[in-house]
């Protein structure tokens, strides 16, 4: 497929998370942080809910973060990979608890923080853009256990410092900044996206929309430290993003599809416009919701807005207010979607659909008029390595080549965007299931779910794949 030549000094690369791919998760000084209290299978799923059965991993469990794919020791190798294929940028995040290992510790941690000094400098000497997440699923477990995590106001000055000090230490180094790493999680898996935890009884909206406030502060306070210490650097916000389809044109569908949109906008409206808008007001008051605020929160929010929204892609949503058709719920898709009968799945129930990314890119920019980031997009898939050693993962070119296609239409639709930065360019523990066998790489890693394996780094089929299409600048998909 030839076609569309994207922007010069489009930053092209790919995405991972701390908790996801360093491993070493208490070398070096560091704290437990969330994730790592996480095991595998059906328990990860109601924990990452809130159900928390301790603060400390149990023994005899599995927990896929503690060794990760060990990129903590292996980044050198990985970067030569990523230089080799052309990478521009690569998004990554900072472990808060590798900088400090309790939330609240008299002093950052230093080799924490020569971890991601050495981390920035093999990036830069690469030629590749370090593009830093501050909060990746990642709260130091202390902080939890003392505070109740982002329930607690406190959580918003710790935030601060913690923000404060590796912008500091970073700013000749990353010009390119993100908040929370999909905001809008907070209200779908709540301990993963906010450390929350509840317990019987619990109003769980207030919990929820009161530390959505915190985060909505924290975050436009990190913005506000950004601008005073890097003029230069750009700090967006990340939405999981993915428009609700109605499931027919009954006007009630397409209401309930805009509100189900709203429920992620609503993070978005108050970091890119400043405020709380109208439909949330009245959210709050039709639930009897009382959100604290303190005096100066709405001038903060106000006045540190963020320079480009971030977003992560993988599938759009459908909707409808019809009991009969919402029996067919897709499978592992933590926004309640209905299967949408015109699209396809993956292996995981995730739908596919390429248009959707136009779309959503497009909305996006309608609504906001900031310039936007694609910094997660991929497919999440089960690979075959063959007798010779390789893996031929046509399935994961073809799904890349139809979004990209479909974003170079958003760029010629008039939206604005700085880059595209694929999920998990080399394989990583999965997110939602904590697998190692849910796939998103060029490169593979040899370790499987039980954490067996020598964690070898192989090209896969889509490596030349990729490094064709970056170094065509897009126009060879
Ligand atoms: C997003 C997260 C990532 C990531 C990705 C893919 O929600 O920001 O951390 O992992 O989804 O999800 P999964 O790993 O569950 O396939």
Same mark, same amino acid.
């Given at each position: 497929?030839?076609?569309?030549?994207?922007?010069?000094?489009?930053?092209?690369g790919? =995405?991972?998370?701390?908790?996801?791919?360093?491993? =070493?998760?208490?070398?070096?000084?560091?704290g437990?942080?969330?994730?790592?209290?996480?095991?595998?299978?059906?328990?990860?799923?109601?924990?990452?809910?809130?159900?928390?059965?301790?603060?400390?991993?149990?023994?005899?469990?599995f927990?896929?973060?503690?060794?990760?794919?060990?990129?903590?020791?292996?980044?050198?190798?990985?970067?030569?990979?990523?230089?080799e294929?052309?990478?521009?940028?690569?998004?990554?995040?900072?472990?808060?608890?590798?900088?400090?290992?309790?939330?609240?510790?008299?002093?950052?941690?230093?080799?924490? !923080?020569?971890?991601?000094?050495?981390?920035?400098?093999?990036?830069? $000497?690469?030629?590749?853009e370090?593009?830093?997440?501050?909060?990746?699923?990642?709260?130091?477990?202390?902080?939890?256990?003392? #505070?109740g995590?982002?329930?607690? $106001?406190?959580?918003?000055?710790?935030?601060?410092? #913690?923000?404060?000090?590796?912008?500091?230490?970073?700013?000749d180094?990353?010009?390119?900044?993100?908040?929370?790493?999909e905001?809008?999680?907070?209200?779908?898996?709540?301990?993963?996206? =906010?450390? !929350?935890?509840?317990?019987e009884?619990?109003?769980?909206?207030?919990?929820?929309?009161?530390?959505?406030?915190?985060?909505?502060?924290?975050?436009? !306070?990190?913005?506000?430290?950004?601008?005073e210490?890097?003029?230069?650097?750009?700090?967006?916000?990340?939405l =999981?993003? /993915?428009?609700?389809?109605?499931?027919?044109?009954?006007?009630d569908?397409?209401?309930?599809?805009?509100?189900?949109?709203?429920?992620?906008?609503f993070?978005?409206?108050?970091?890119?416009r400043?405020?709380?808008?109208?439909?949330?007001? $009245?959210?709050?008051?039709?639930?009897?919701?009382?959100?604290?605020?303190?005096? /100066?929160?709405?001038?903060?929010?106000?006045?540190?807005t963020?320079?480009?929204?971030?977003?992560?892609?993988?599938?759009? $949503?459908?909707?409808?207010?019809?009991p009969?058709v919402?029996?067919?719920?897709?499978? /592992?898709?933590?926004?309640?979607?209905?299967a949408?009968p015109?699209?396809?799945k993956?292996e995981?129930?995730?739908t596919i659909?390429p %248009?959707? %990314?136009?779309?959503?890119?497009?909305?996006?920019?309608?609504?906001?008029?900031?310039?936007?980031?694609?910094?997660?997009?991929?497919?999440?898939?089960?690979d075959?390595?063959?007798?010779?050693?390789?893996?031929?993962?046509?399935?994961?070119?073809? #799904?890349?080549?139809?979004?990209?296609?479909? !974003?170079?239409?958003?760029?010629?639709?008039g939206?604005?965007?700085?880059?595209?930065?694929c999920?998990?360019?080399?394989d990583?523990?999965?997110?939602?299931?904590?697998?190692?066998?849910?796939?998103?790489?060029?490169?593979?890693?040899?370790?499987?779910?039980?954490?067996?394996g020598?964690?070898?780094?192989t090209?896969?089929?889509?490596? /030349?794949?990729?490094?064709?299409?970056?170094?065509?600048?897009?126009?060879?998909?």
């Amino acid at each position: 497929m030839t076609g569309f030549r994207f922007p010069e000094n489009f930053l092209w690369g790919g =995405a991972i998370a701390a908790n996801q791919a360093e491993g =070493a998760y208490l070398e070096g000084g560091k704290g437990l942080t969330l994730v790592d209290l996480l095991p595998t299978g059906e328990q990860r799923r109601s924990i990452m809910k809130g159900n928390v059965p301790s603060f400390k991993p149990l023994d005899g469990e599995f927990y896929p973060s503690h060794e990760a794919i060990d990129f903590y020791h292996r980044y050198k190798e990985d970067i030569a990979l990523f230089a080799e294929m052309g990478f521009k940028a690569l998004r990554v995040s900072i472990s808060w608890a590798r900088i400090f290992p309790t939330g609240e510790d008299a002093a950052p941690n230093e080799a924490g !923080l020569k971890f991601y000094d050495d981390l920035f400098d093999e990036l830069l $000497r690469n030629g590749i853009e370090p593009v830093v997440t501050l909060a990746h699923f990642d709260v130091p477990v202390a902080l939890i256990e003392k #505070y109740g995590s982002w329930k607690n $106001r406190k959580m918003v000055e710790l935030f601060e410092r #913690y923000s404060k000090t590796v912008l500091e230490r970073y700013k000749d180094k990353v010009k390119y900044w993100m908040t929370f790493n999909e905001i809008n999680m907070l209200l779908h898996l709540p301990f993963l996206g =906010a450390g !929350l935890v509840f317990k019987e009884g619990d109003n769980v909206k207030q919990i929820q929309y009161q530390a959505a406030h915190h985060q909505l502060v924290a975050s436009a !306070l990190a913005v506000k430290a950004c601008h005073e210490l890097i003029p230069d650097a750009k700090i967006g916000c990340m939405l =999981a993003a /993915g428009s609700f389809y109605p499931y027919t044109c009954n006007p009630d569908d397409v209401y309930q599809g805009m509100e189900k949109d709203r429920e992620s906008y609503f993070f978005i409206d108050v970091q890119s416009r400043g405020e709380y808008p109208g439909y949330a007001k $009245r959210f709050f008051r039709d639930h009897g919701l009382t959100i604290e605020m303190e005096p /100066g929160d709405a001038e903060i929010l106000k006045e540190h807005t963020v320079d480009y929204i971030g977003f992560s892609y993988y599938s759009s $949503r459908t909707t409808s207010t019809d009991p009969e058709v919402n029996k067919k719920m897709t499978s /592992g898709n933590v926004f309640g979607s209905v299967a949408n009968p015109y699209l396809d799945k993956s292996e995981w129930g995730w739908t596919i659909d390429p %248009l959707g %990314l136009r779309i959503t890119a497009n909305q996006l920019h309608d609504r906001y008029q900031k310039p936007l980031f694609v910094v997660e997009n991929g497919l999440g898939a089960h690979d075959e390595v063959t007798p010779e050693g390789e893996v031929n993962d046509d399935y994961r070119i073809d #799904y890349l080549k139809r979004h990209l296609a479909e !974003l170079g239409e958003a760029i010629q639709d008039g939206c604005e965007i700085l880059g595209y930065t694929c999920w998990g360019p080399i394989d990583i523990v999965s997110a939602s299931s904590g697998e190692m066998r849910k796939r998103y790489g060029y490169i593979y890693v040899d370790r499987d779910n039980e954490g067996n394996g020598t964690l070898k780094r192989t090209k896969k089929k889509s490596f /030349g794949w990729y490094k064709n299409v970056i170094q065509s600048n897009g126009e060879n998909l």
